[in-house]
């Protein structure tokens, strides 16, 4: 439905309208008697036209022009259609007010029968069905026990108050009198309506700012509404836009139905989700802990949710088939990605969804192949290939035919040929649900969809490729790297891997968009060669994205940086809808903003390219960092970035990123620094873990973590007591000591590194610990005491990341009879002060430990350090911002509390008359006092700020005044009372 001026009609452009009219069959409903819908002074018309279609023609509809008070000379126009079509939603209930036990008591009435149900369910059929009633029950439970979660509706903005509605009627009133007076006083009235008409838009604007302005300072967190608003975070309803064929008849349903049926094709070979026979062996059943587990890593305040339907909601069911709720999809696919991962399976050159990999290994190992090749005077050629709806297109029967290859056990392979039948797609619309099943593509919303997607893509990895070709992947983001001595060669070679990729796509039936796939050549060869895929020509681009960086011919970055900045703009501009000069969100929230998402945005992959910054990179770095900080701080433009970033805690752009590819370099891509940066190699630090350390379902019995006191074993004389402790004050030390029958019966200490961590030390100290205690006699058992709960946590979890956890892990689901139990530290405890006795002497005099590596904060720690060393060499060498070094020589990565005033003041960029001269923006320099306006003069001697003055400092001493104002909070509150006063009256002190 649309408005349309109507004037048009009357001229020869009129034409135009009416036939697009009638070329789309649409109706005018605009009243004969109705006001007018145009009024200027005396003049009046109907110049609007309001269209509907055929379809809403039938409907009971209500066109108006109202009588309220518009912006324009245009009147409202109020359309109301009836419509007796409910829209559909799914109920959201309060959960967290109370009630539970009467839920469980609904539930327990009629859940025993439904157990019995499940348990004798012979077939899918039966145990649908017994789940599909158990979902019924919980939302009857949930109808009859908690309340429904309503949505507030805001009918006004919250910036309209009293006052603009007695303005608003006071308009109207003048209006009605303009229109009712006598010919002649009419022009005068109407005068006097638009002169108030104007002060009521004014006042409207006014309002509707200083609203705008009063929610952003009410910010409370840096990532609230203000953020989601400004940033385009929050989520609107989806609609759906689409007539059938152009028809405009046909309602949203049968439209969402097209749509559905568009977009999830059916293969044109069905497929046969009958299991062949498989050889491998069956796995162990999900153990009780093992569902546990998965159930405690989903997302809070979320039931688990039906996903062979997603839809735009939340579907209650807390106990579906496997293969039909989140739970049960997360344990097939761990188990599936084991045995992958403990079969070696999986290629490495598969980045993407691979625990370990990352964008940076990715592209590290591209530059890696491109740089090698170039350093052997070799053509290299970058093709970048795009697979069309990759996830939505993947035959089920290829899924099917990789699983039933791959060693993945056959009753879980069963379970993953139900997961993919059966699916349905579903969209709600008003008039209900449009639906569509979907018979290929990996499952819509599934934690599943990664590992199939990446055990089909392992065939075309695993393949045979010549030695001068390199191929890998990111999730589906394929590259291709062809190096060659000569351009016919490197042409017969890249259509080569061409042919034998295209061969991949055909069999599993996906599609390659020759329009996104293109090539990037490093070479100095004139002519380009010549590539095709299929008949179509590849084009040849000066610089590619891969995933999410631009990568150019000549590998200068230049390229990616200006892109960078390109989104660091829209990202300023965002930040400037909550962040003024002197309004808006706080400085912290501003920023926690800036390091939280503009840095992190700039910072992607910065190891490819922020290793080694040239002097352009640093230039277009800074500009780049130059706008946040100015909005960050409140200060004037002209005001030094270096000066700036010293006030605020941020250093320069690219030595931030430089420290970012630092950590990266040598953490997670194990590549060795320079000695200057650091002596420290990469096989000194502690290495992630990654994959499972056992089998999913073996988990340590529920009597062997204890988190409560353990107090109570240490009175039993059938255990034997072990206690661990750790210091880390003069030194690290570990230990741990036994107690039997109240006598000591061994004891244990070593000094670790002095720069591991505490977490480290009480890890070495429980690992010896068990040990241990799995040699001694099988009929004892041993209690161990731990009063550190981050230890005891980490090494209950078969997945952990640390090493020594994981090792620890193993001895106790080996030896059950061991058990770890916490204990309060420093209570008197006579095993627990022993050990942390022993601890504190094993920091000075303790047997060095050489089995634990460097922490990450250690090498982390020695990177940020050069980072700042480089950084104040830069401050100190400076040629700008030397006011601001004289009062902080020093930089530090900790904000300094000054807000906007205070940088104002001792930046000497202000409002100052000695400022606005120097800058060209003033003929004089004088205080219309007659002194000198400088920021000095202003807080010693101005007659105008005298209720601010403090005692004026000797020229020679004019520094040391400055530092002192400056680390003095009552002198900074003086300040911010002259700024604020020289801000509220400028022409107060212009120069006469």
Same mark, same amino acid.
């Given at each position: 439905?649309?408005?349309?001026?109507?004037?048009?009609?009357?001229?020869?452009?009129?034409?135009?309208?009416?036939?697009?009219?009638?070329?789309?069959?649409?109706?005018?409903?605009?009243?004969?008697?109705?006001?007018?819908?145009? %009024?200027?002074?005396?003049?009046?018309?109907?110049?609007?036209?309001?269209?509907?279609?055929?379809?809403?023609?039938?409907?009971?509809?209500?066109?108006?022009?109202?009588?309220? &008070?518009?912006?324009?000379?245009?009147?409202?126009?109020?359309?109301?259609?009836?419509?007796?079509?409910?829209?559909?939603?799914?109920?959201?209930?309060?959960?967290?007010?109370?009630?539970?036990?009467?839920?469980?008591?609904?539930?327990?009435? =009629?859940?025993?029968?439904?157990?019995?149900?499940?348990?004798?369910?012979?077939?899918?059929?039966?145990?649908?069905?017994?789940?599909?009633?158990?979902?019924?029950?919980?939302?009857?439970?949930?109808?009859?026990?908690?309340?429904?979660?309503?949505?507030?509706?805001?009918?006004?903005?919250?910036?309209?108050?009293?006052?603009?509605?007695?303005?608003?009627?006071?308009?109207? @009133?003048?209006?009605?009198?303009?229109?009712?007076?006598?010919?002649?006083?009419?022009?005068?009235?109407?005068?006097?309506?638009?002169?108030?008409?104007?002060?009521?838009?004014?006042?409207?604007?006014?309002?509707?700012?200083?609203?705008?302005?009063?929610?952003?300072?009410?910010?409370?967190?840096?990532?609230?509404?203000?953020?989601?608003?400004?940033?385009?975070?929050?989520?609107?309803?989806?609609?759906?836009?689409?007539?059938?064929?152009?028809?405009?008849?046909?309602?949203?349903?049968?439209?969402?139905?097209?749509?559905?049926?568009?977009?999830?094709?059916?293969?044109?070979?069905?497929?046969?989700?009958?299991?062949?026979?498989?050889?491998?062996?069956?796995?162990?059943?999900? +153990?009780?802990?093992?569902?546990? @587990?998965?159930?405690?890593?989903?997302?809070?305040?979320?039931?688990?949710?039906?996903?062979?339907?997603?839809?735009?909601?939340?579907?209650? *069911?807390?106990?579906?088939?496997?293969?039909?709720?989140?739970?049960?999809?997360?344990?097939?696919?761990?188990?599936?990605?084991?045995?992958?991962? +403990?079969?070696?399976?999986?290629?490495?050159? %598969?980045?993407?969804?691979?625990?370990?990999?990352?964008?940076?290994?990715?592209?590290? =190992?591209?530059?890696?192949?491109?740089?090698?090749?170039?350093?052997?005077?070799?053509?290299?050629?970058?093709?970048?290939?795009?697979?069309?709806?990759?996830?939505?297109?993947?035959?089920?029967?290829?899924?099917?035919?990789?699983?039933?290859?791959?060693?993945?056990?056959?009753?879980?392979?069963?379970?993953?040929?139900?997961?993919?039948?059966?699916?349905?797609?579903?969209?709600?619309?008003?008039?209900?649900?449009?639906?569509?099943? !979907?018979?290929?593509?990996? #499952?819509?919303?599934?934690?599943?969809?990664?590992?199939?997607?990446?055990?089909?893509?392992?065939?075309?990895?695993?393949?045979?490729?010549?030695?001068?070709?390199?191929? %890998?992947?990111?999730?589906?983001?394929?590259?291709?790297?062809?190096?060659?001595?000569?351009?016919?060669?490197?042409?017969?070679?890249?259509?080569?891997?061409?042919?034998?990729?295209?061969?991949?796509?055909?069999?599993?039936?996906?599609?390659?968009?020759?329009?996104?796939?293109?090539?990037?050549?490093?070479?100095?060869?004139?002519?380009?060669?010549?590539?095709?895929?299929?008949?179509?020509?590849?084009?040849?681009?000066?610089?590619?994205?891969?995933?999410?960086?631009?990568?150019?011919?000549?590998?200068?970055?230049?390229?990616?940086?200006?892109?960078?900045?390109?989104?660091?703009?829209?990202?300023?501009?965002?930040?400037?809808?909550?962040?003024?000069?002197?309004?808006?969100?706080?400085?912290?929230?501003?920023?926690?903003?800036?390091?939280?998402?503009?840095?992190?945005?700039?910072?992607?992959?910065?190891?490819?390219?922020?290793?080694?910054?040239?002097?352009?990179?640093?230039?277009?770095?800074?500009?780049?960092?130059?706008?946040?900080?100015?909005?960050?701080?409140?200060?004037?433009?002209?005001?030094?970035?270096?000066?700036?970033?010293?006030?605020?805690?941020?250093?320069?752009?690219?030595?931030?990123?430089?420290?970012?590819?630092?950590?990266?370099?040598?953490?997670?891509?194990?590549?060795?620094?320079?000695?200057?940066?650091?002596?420290? %190699?990469?096989?000194?630090?502690?290495?992630?873990?990654?994959?499972?350390?056992?089998?999913?379902?073996?988990?340590?019995?529920?009597?062997? &973590?204890?988190?409560?006191?353990?107090? @109570?074993?240490?009175?039993?004389?059938? /255990?034997?007591?072990?206690?661990?402790?750790?210091?880390? =004050?003069?030194?690290?030390? @570990?230990?741990?000591?036994?107690?039997?029958?109240?006598?000591?019966?061994?004891?244990?200490?070593?000094?670790?590194?002095?720069?591991?961590?505490?977490?480290?030390?009480?890890?070495?100290?429980?690992?010896?610990?068990?040990?241990?205690? +799995?040699?001694? *006699?099988?009929?004892?058992?041993?209690?161990?005491?731990?009063?550190?709960?981050?230890?005891?946590?980490?090494?209950?979890?078969?997945? +952990?990341?640390?090493?020594?956890?994981?090792?620890?892990?193993?001895?106790?689901?080996?030896?059950?009879?061991?058990?770890?139990?916490?204990?309060?530290?420093?209570?008197?405890?006579?095993?627990?002060?022993?050990?942390?006795?022993?601890?504190?002497?094993?920091? !000075?005099?303790?047997?060095?430990?050489?089995?634990?590596?460097?922490?990450?904060?250690?090498?982390?720690?020695?990177?940020?350090?050069?980072?700042?060393?480089?950084?104040?060499?830069?401050?100190?060498?400076?040629?700008?911002?030397?006011?601001?070094?004289? /009062?902080? #020589?020093?930089?530090?990565?900790? #904000?300094?509390?000054?807000?906007?005033?205070?940088?104002?003041?001792?930046?000497?960029?202000?409002?100052?008359?000695?400022?606005?001269?120097?800058?060209?923006?003033?003929?004089?320099?004088?205080?219309?006092?007659?002194?000198?306006?400088?920021?000095?003069?202003?807080?010693?001697?101005?007659?105008?700020?005298?209720?601010?003055?403090?005692?004026?400092?000797? #020229?020679?001493?004019?520094?040391?005044?400055?530092?002192?104002?400056?680390?003095?909070?009552?002198?900074?509150?003086?300040?911010?009372? /002259?700024?604020?006063?020289?801000?509220?009256?400028?022409?107060?002190?212009?120069?006469?």
């Amino acid at each position: 439905m649309d408005i349309i001026p109507s004037g048009a009609i009357d001229q020869n452009r009129g034409k135009d309208i009416l036939d697009f009219i009638l070329a789309n069959n649409l109706n005018i409903i605009n009243k004969p008697d109705a006001l007018p819908t145009f %009024q200027r002074n005396s003049s009046v018309g109907w110049p609007d036209l309001t269209l509907c279609s055929q379809s809403l023609i039938d409907s009971s509809i209500n066109w108006e022009v109202l009588e309220e &008070i518009s912006l324009s000379d245009h009147r409202y126009i109020e359309t109301t259609i009836a419509s007796i079509v409910a829209n559909q939603f799914y109920k959201r209930y309060k959960t967290r007010h109370g009630n539970h036990l009467r839920f469980l008591n609904i539930l327990g009435k =009629e859940i025993y029968h439904l157990e019995r149900k499940i348990k004798a369910a012979r077939n899918s059929g039966q145990l649908n069905n017994a789940t599909i009633q158990l979902q019924t029950l919980i939302i009857n439970a949930c109808n009859k026990s908690f309340k429904i979660k309503k949505q507030l509706l805001i009918t006004k903005p919250n910036w309209w108050t009293e006052q603009l509605e007695i303005h608003k009627k006071k308009v109207r @009133a003048l209006r009605r009198r303009a229109q009712r007076a006598p010919e002649i006083e009419r022009q005068a009235r109407y005068q006097v309506f638009k002169k108030e008409k104007a002060k009521y838009k004014r006042h409207i604007k006014q309002a509707r700012n200083m609203g705008w302005r009063k929610f952003c300072r009410a910010a409370s967190h840096p990532y609230g509404k203000q953020y989601k608003e400004a940033f385009r975070k929050s989520v609107f309803p989806s609609q759906i836009p689409y007539l059938i064929n152009g028809d405009p008849k046909g309602s949203l349903q049968e439209a969402a139905q097209k749509i559905l049926d568009q977009i999830f094709l059916s293969p044109a070979i069905p497929t046969n989700y009958n299991l062949t026979t498989s050889t491998q062996p069956p796995d162990p059943p999900f +153990s009780p802990q093992e569902i546990s @587990a998965v159930i405690e890593k989903l997302p809070s305040g979320k039931a688990p949710e039906r996903r062979k339907r997603p839809a735009a909601g939340l579907l209650l *069911s807390s106990y579906l088939s496997l293969t039909d709720n989140r739970e049960g999809v997360e344990l097939m696919t761990q188990r599936l990605t084991y045995h992958l991962e +403990s079969t070696n399976s999986l290629n490495d050159r %598969q980045h993407g969804f691979s625990e370990g990999k990352s964008v940076d290994t990715a592209v590290n =190992e591209l530059l890696r192949n491109i740089k090698t090749a170039r350093r052997d005077d070799k053509h290299v050629l970058v093709l970048s290939i795009d697979i069309k709806g990759a996830f939505d297109n993947l035959q089920h029967r290829a899924i099917l035919k990789t699983l039933d290859a791959s060693a993945c056990p056959s009753n879980i392979n069963r379970l993953f040929h139900s997961l993919l039948q059966n699916r349905k797609v579903t969209l709600l619309t008003p008039q209900g649900r449009a639906t569509k099943e !979907q018979k290929q593509g990996c #499952p819509q919303g599934s934690c599943s969809g990664p590992a199939l997607w990446n055990l089909v893509v392992n065939e075309i990895l695993n393949q045979v490729w010549p030695d001068n070709v390199h191929i %890998q992947a990111f999730a589906d983001d394929f590259v291709l790297v062809i190096k060659a001595d000569t351009n016919k060669s490197l042409v017969e070679d890249t259509q080569s891997a061409i042919t034998q990729f295209s061969s991949w796509c055909s069999e599993n039936e996906l599609a390659i968009s020759t329009e996104k796939t293109n090539y990037i050549l490093f070479s100095k060869m004139v002519r380009s060669p010549r590539i095709t895929w299929n008949g179509y020509k590849i084009n040849r681009v000066k610089s590619f994205k891969y995933l999410g960086i631009h990568i150019d011919d000549r590998l200068n970055w230049l390229e990616h940086i200006n892109k960078q900045g390109e989104k660091a703009i829209k990202m300023q501009q965002n930040l400037k809808r909550i962040a003024g000069g002197n309004w808006g969100i706080s400085q912290i929230h501003r920023w926690t903003l800036y390091k939280t998402v503009v840095e992190r945005m700039l910072a992607h992959g910065s190891s490819a390219w922020c290793l080694h910054p040239t002097f352009k990179m640093k230039r277009k770095l800074s500009s780049i960092q130059r706008p946040f900080l100015l909005h960050i701080s409140g200060a004037y433009l002209t005001t030094p970035t270096a000066a700036l970033q010293t006030i605020l805690g941020i250093p320069p752009l690219h030595m931030q990123l430089q420290f970012e590819a630092r950590f990266t370099s040598i953490y997670r891509l194990r590549i060795p620094l320079p000695p200057f940066i650091t002596d420290t %190699q990469p096989h000194d630090l502690e290495m992630k873990a990654t994959g499972w350390s056992t089998h999913p379902s073996e988990h340590l019995k529920p009597n062997q &973590i204890s988190f409560e006191d353990g107090e @109570a074993y240490i009175a039993r004389k059938d /255990i034997i007591n072990i206690f661990t402790d750790s210091k880390t =004050e003069h030194g690290v030390g @570990a230990a741990f000591c036994v107690l039997t029958n109240d006598i000591w019966a061994y004891q244990w200490s070593a000094k670790l590194n002095d720069n591991n961590t505490v977490i480290q030390a009480e890890l070495t100290a429980l690992h010896e610990a068990v040990i241990y205690a +799995s040699h001694l *006699s099988n009929h004892n058992t041993s209690n161990i005491h731990v009063d550190n709960t981050a230890s005891i946590m980490t090494s209950s979890n078969s997945k +952990s990341t640390n090493e020594t956890a994981r090792k620890i892990f193993k001895i106790l689901l080996s030896n059950p009879r061991i058990k770890v139990s916490w204990v309060n530290a420093h209570a008197g405890n006579i095993g627990n002060e022993g050990a942390d006795q022993l601890a504190k002497d094993a920091t !000075q005099h303790g047997q060095p430990y050489s089995h634990t590596k460097l922490p990450k904060p250690h090498i982390k720690g020695l990177l940020r350090k050069r980072m700042l060393e480089e950084w104040q060499t830069s401050w100190k060498n400076g040629d700008t911002g030397r006011k601001i070094y004289n /009062i902080m #020589p020093s930089v530090s990565l900790r #904000p300094t509390n000054w807000i906007r005033e205070d940088v104002i003041f001792f930046s000497q960029h202000g409002p100052f008359p000695a400022y606005l001269k120097r800058f060209h923006l003033s003929d004089s320099d004088y205080c219309s006092c007659g002194g000198i306006g400088t920021a000095l003069h202003y807080a010693t001697e101005c007659i105008y700020t005298v209720s601010w003055h403090m005692r004026k400092p000797a #020229p020679n001493f004019e520094q040391e005044w400055l530092k002192r104002v400056a680390n003095n909070l009552v002198s900074r509150l003086k300040i911010r009372g /002259i700024i604020k006063f020289m801000s509220e009256n400028r022409d107060l002190f212009r120069p006469p």
